[in-house]
């Protein structure tokens, strides 16, 4: 199977901590994006790094890729209840016009 | 204006029935995706469509059938529904395969009693 793996699977942490995510994938990638689902909703693109990337910022969001341990982390940072959702870790691109979700890691945060 | 729309929202169908799930996006992009998400949240692609053309087809059984009429509309049609199609469907687009977002609508809420 080509799917990535989020970790932790789930997360409770309280408003105003910092929240951290971490990813593994198994194949080379074109880019790893982030994606954030709310319960009972569409997926919400967060942030898209590309392979020849180590770090990227966009606002409270921090992403870092390791291409050489095929990981990623995500950082939020100041955490509020509205990032209460399931993140999901995609890569894909390249030929085969996939985007490959992992199993996602639960995100609550406790006001 | 709604960037990647889906029909219906919920949808609850006996066994055995035949129902479809229309996509739209008003994006203009050029690449299309069914996505199917169980009841543990996993995420599968069916279907990939670029330019109204069938890339990908990730093993799903041929009681789907997905139809591209042009490069805005990507629907689902679903023949003999089982009680293992209840999931959500998940629509998706985006401006090509290299270095870009997907936008996602809202699901569909498959229920087959």
């Known amino acids: 199977s080509q799917q990535g793996e989020e970790d932790p699977q789930a997360l409770s942490i309280q408003e105003g901590e910092n929240a951290t995510m971490n990813c593994s994938y198994k194949t080379s990638i074109n880019n790893l994006q982030w994606y954030r689902q709310n319960s009972g909703r569409g997926l919400v693109h967060l942030i898209l790094?590309?392979?020849?990337?180590r770090e990227k910022h966009s606002g409270r969001l921090r992403v870092t890729l390791d291409t050489s341990k095929k990981s990623s982390s995500l950082l939020i940072t100041a955490s509020r209840a509205a990032d209460t959702a399931s993140y999901f870790c995609?890569?894909?691109?390249?030929?085969?016009?996939?985007?490959?979700f992992g199993k996602g890691t639960l995100l609550t945060v406790n006001p | 204006d709604t960037a990647v729309s889906q029909t219906p929202k919920y949808l609850v169908t006996q066994m055995g029935n035949d129902k479809s799930i229309k996509c739209e996006q008003n994006l203009g992009h050029d690449t299309m995706y069914w996505y199917k998400q169980d009841s543990k949240k996993f995420l599968k692609i069916m279907f990939s469509y670029n330019n109204k053309e069938l890339i990908i087809n990730e093993t799903v059984p041929n009681r789907f059938s997905p139809k591209s009429p042009d490069k805005a509309h990507l629907n689902l049609h679903i023949n003999s529904l089982e009680l293992g199609d209840s999931a959500v469907y998940f629509c998706?687009?985006?401006?090509?395969?290299?270095?870009?977002?997907?936008?996602f609508g809202q699901g569909t809420r498959l229920t087959v009693v």
């Open positions: 995609v890569h894909g691109g390249g030929s085969n016009y996939k985007l490959t």
């Open positions: 998706a687009s985006s401006q090509d395969n290299w270095y870009t977002e997907a936008f």
């Open positions: 790094i590309r392979s020849n990337e």
